[in-house]
């Protein structure tokens, strides 16, 4: 399990928003950004993938957002967010008849980080190569897929599996070299009401990712000096 502290990252978001969006592959902030704390496979509990995964030898190019269309539990520790992870990969396997989990990463209504597809975490680490996932046709081979744990068509969801969302996707970005702006919704490839009002939502997450990919930019640069 990769366990690093988890700080704020929407510090600035208003203010560096703008100016973030400015930010390339090749800017040192991409070097920047710190590591949410996610859990892998094998510390929640998953099976073994039934056939081999195909690993593709390059970095993806966008993210797809996704809810999860399960309940909106109230239970917000880690032991759900475990079980949540598990349910959905018994659903994918046992009843979709996948390989594995569909998606590469799972965020839980409390803001807890496991990691969906085998692979995808040491994959995202590595930042070079990516596990192809079953999250959204036409896609699968192109990019990140995240799940939000939820139905989110009348509602939002809480404010822990928000700003986990956006500390997940900003490390991504720095991981792949993926702007900010190819942050996308399932329903932007597929008939689909997925993931809901979070699709509404996409601009500001884009403009938060891109703030904290500032914010820690700028930080980088202050201890750098003499």
């Known amino acids: ?23 390339g ?3 040192p902030a991409w070097a920047a950004v710190e590591q949410p704390t996610i859990a892998n496979c094998g510390t929640w509990g998953a099976r073994p993938p039934s056939r081999p995964l195909t690993i593709d030898q390059y970095r993806p190019n966008k993210i797809i957002v996704h809810h999860t269309a399960m309940a909106n539990s109230t239970d917000y520790s880690q032991a759900h967010a475990f079980q949540n992870s598990r349910d959905i ?5 046992d009843t979709n008849g996948w390989l594995d989990s569909g998606q590469h990463f799972t ?17 995202l680490l590595h930042g070079q190569t990516m596990v192809q996932g079953s999250h959204c046709k036409g896609q ?4 990140i897929g995240i799940e939000n744990e939820g139905t989110y068509l009348t509602g939002q969801p809480p404010a822990a599996l928000w700003n986990s969302l956006v500390a ?12 900010a702006t ?3 919704g399932h329903k932007d490839f597929n008939v689909t009401e997925c993931p809901g009002l979070l699709h509404d939502r996409l601009p500001e997450l884009r403009a938060a990712v891109a703030a ?6 700028s930080g980088s640069a202050g201890t750098s000096r003499p």
């Open 1 to 23: 399990m990769s366990r690093i502290t988890r700080r704020g990252v929407l510090r600035g978001a208003v203010l560096l928003g703008g100016a973030a969006t400015l930010l």
């Open 25 to 27: 592959p090749a800017d």
């Open 89 to 93: 990969q018994d659903l994918h396997m």
């Open 107 to 123: 965020n839980s209504r409390g803001g807890w980080l496991t990691e969906g597809r085998n692979g995808s975490l040491y994959a």
């Open 140 to 143: 699968n081979d192109q990019a």
């Open 168 to 179: 997940f996707c900003a490390f991504t970005c720095r991981q792949y070299a993926i702007p």
């Open 182 to 184: 190819e942050i996308y």
């Open 212 to 217: 904290a990919i500032a914010v820690a930019a």
